[in-house]
């Protein structure tokens, strides 16, 4: 029979046939390969480290090229150890970076052999780390995962952290009878039946005790938020009130901490109305709360009930960390929703240490790529909620030396019980993330970016657009910020198209902003205005710089949106009760 003639059945070729069931297989094959990776290596720690080794042996002659460079060096180390050997003193080849204190003991210069091991750790760990950043073969972004985990395996295999090459820990150990081991072993046993190395004695603290004691009243409260209005300690306050929307991935009084360190009783003092919100720690009864839920419910109800109280048309609304973020998209929520721009019920606005463009987010990139939340969502889904420790240690790992080996060579090498420390325990107390929200926040913000591209987003019914944002800005960001670099921080002034006044502290994300003014001052801050189209480096030449807490210059600037002195509002009243003292009830929630 001429196969030309057979009726076309509708099948396709078996040749296509057998072509689409291989394309499908290595599809499905990647697909599988993509998700036993993402469940054996959810955060992406192994994989960069195996591509890094081997892209250098697929590239042979990079690798001799890096071998002859470090050679001279590496001549060198040896030459300078045979020196100190043979009782010749000279200075070191490698040095610490000027916030490395993990070797300050004299022991560590003095000694011949410490300061030979220390040599040898500094020069081998420094080589590896740049050899990372300059692998062949691979992008930017991997190569920084890869030089990431590489370094908190570097840090974590430091002499420091071990008695037998720790001289300090073995000279306390001697000069004390053993009773720092001791001590040391104790300290162990307690951190490890709480499941953490802990930063500092949670014995210390009581919220609404030594922590949190500004007088007020919750005048809200629903299933997201307790709503904290501060009872006027001047007789005459501002007619515009603050509103300030706090991070729920933490609680809310790391800005009322005590009486010398508390942002709200330092604005209290200089004559503004105060409200805070504090939000509820969420269960899995939670979980299917969304980030529209946080925008509404939440920053929204707090502003109307801000509104109502003072009875002022509009108010100031303060963002910190994650509700800046939630504060820009209901600034461009606002601006949308109300047809002119003196309809919105926000008259100007502040923001500290807020990532609004989540380009280069800095080191918790290493955490975020689409296999990671994959497998955190479906982490998140099976609870109703992502543990807060959880995040706690994910933040603690951007800072290993500081944050946790310090902890553990001070406590169970050294046997010296933590200090009292008010931001640390603040720290240690830890709120859950309610899946839904969650989920939502790591997508669109840190995969996708969403937030700053033009109604890519739509926030309850709206399509957002930060461009429409016209309210004058008072934008903060700190130095040494490791959650919220300032750089990235700075691109906000990109796309707001309001009057902008930009600082830049010194300092990290928490302690550039719980920045008191003190004598004599302690830390300093770079101060102008921003305009589109300004690069950060730029601004920074132009700035000025002045000694002190920016609290101070952001106060004078707040006295001129505030308006002018008058008579307080009432603190609870009408439609909004005191329904309880603060701290309120949410925050004490575990």
Not at 118 to 143: C, N, V
Not at 287 to 302: M, N
Not at 332 to 341: D, G, I, P, V, Y
Not at 392 to 419: D, K, M, Q
Request: with cysteine; charged share 20%.
């Amino acid at each position: 029979m001429d196969r030309a003639k057979i009726p076309a059945t509708g099948a396709p070729p078996a040749e296509a046939q057998v072509a689409s069931a291989v394309t499908m297989g290595a599809e499905q094959w990647k697909a599988i390969h993509e998700r036993a990776e993402a469940i054996v290596d959810p955060f992406g720690m192994i994989a960069p480290l195996a591509h890094a080794q081997i892209a250098w042996l697929l590239h042979p002659q990079e690798l001799s090229e890096l071998w002859a460079r470090n050679w001279a060096e590496l001549l060198a180390l040896q030459l300078r150890t045979l020196g100190r050997l043979a009782g010749r003193k000279s200075p070191d080849l490698v040095v610490p970076q000027p916030d490395d204190s993990r070797f300050a003991d004299p022991v560590w210069t003095d000694e011949v052999q410490w300061a030979l091991l220390k040599q040898w750790y500094l020069f081998t760990t420094r080589h590896i780390q740049d050899a990372l950043f300059k692998t062949p073969g691979m992008s930017p972004k991997e190569r920084r995962r890869a030089a990431f985990w590489w370094r908190k395996w570097l840090n974590a295999i430091a002499p420091t952290n071990f008695l037998a090459t720790n001289p300090v820990a073995i000279r306390k150990a001697i000069e004390s009878n053993g009773e720092s081991l001791r001590k040391g072993f104790e300290l162990f046993m307690e951190d490890l039946q709480a499941g953490t190395v802990r930063m500092t004695d949670p014995q210390d603290f009581q919220v609404g005790g030594n922590l949190a004691t500004t007088p007020g009243a919750v005048v809200l409260r629903n299933r997201l938020l307790e709503l904290i209005h501060y009872a006027p300690v001047e007789p005459q306050v501002r007619p515009v009130p603050i509103v300030i929307v706090t991070p729920w991935i933490n609680k809310y009084y790391v800005l009322d901490l005590n009486g010398k360190k508390s942002m709200v009783a330092w604005l209290l003092r200089q004559g503004f109305d105060v409200y805070i919100t504090s939000w509820k720690n969420p269960g899995p009864e939670m979980a299917e709360v969304r980030f529209d839920d946080y925008l509404t419910e939440g920053i929204d109800a707090a502003v109307q009930a801000a509104r109502a109280l003072s009875g002022a048309d509009k108010v100031h609304a303060v963002g910190y960390c994650i509700g800046g973020t939630l504060l820009a998209a209901y600034m461009a929520w606002l601006n949308r929703k109300h047809a002119s721009a003196h309809d919105v019920p926000v008259k100007s606005w502040t923001l500290l240490a807020a990532l609004v463009d989540f380009q280069s987010p800095g080191n918790i990139e290493v955490f975020i790529d689409e296999g990671g939340v994959r497998w955190l969502a479906d982490l998140m889904r099976r609870r109703g909620y992502l543990d807060g420790r959880e995040m706690a240690a994910a933040f603690r790992l951007l800072r290993t030396n500081s944050l946790i080996w310090h902890y553990v060579v001070h406590g169970w090498l050294y046997g010296e019980r933590p200090a009292p420390f008010d931001v640390l325990y603040w720290n240690m107390d830890t709120t859950r993330m309610p899946y839904r929200m969650h989920e939502f926040y790591l997508r669109e913000m840190y995969l996708k970016n969403n937030l700053v591209k033009s109604n890519a987003l739509t926030l309850a019914g709206e399509p957002i657009d930060l461009v429409r944002i016209h309210q004058p800005l008072y934008d903060v960001s700190a130095e040494d910020d490791h959650i919220a670099p300032w750089r990235q921080t700075f691109k906000i002034n990109g796309y707001v198209t309001s009057p902008k006044r930009f600082v830049l502290s010194s300092s990290g994300h928490i302690l550039g902003i719980v920045n008191p003014p003190v004598t004599p001052p302690k830390r300093r801050y770079w101060i102008g205005a921003a305009h589109r189209g300004q690069s950060a480096d730029h601004w920074r030449a132009q700035a000025e710089e002045r000694e002190g807490s920016w609290w101070e210059d952001w106060g004078r600037w707040l006295a001129e949106q505030c308006g002018p002195p008058g008579a307080p509002p009432p603190v609870a009243t009408g439609a909004y009760p005191k329904l309880a003292d603060a701290p309120g009830t949410y925050v004490l929630e575990s």
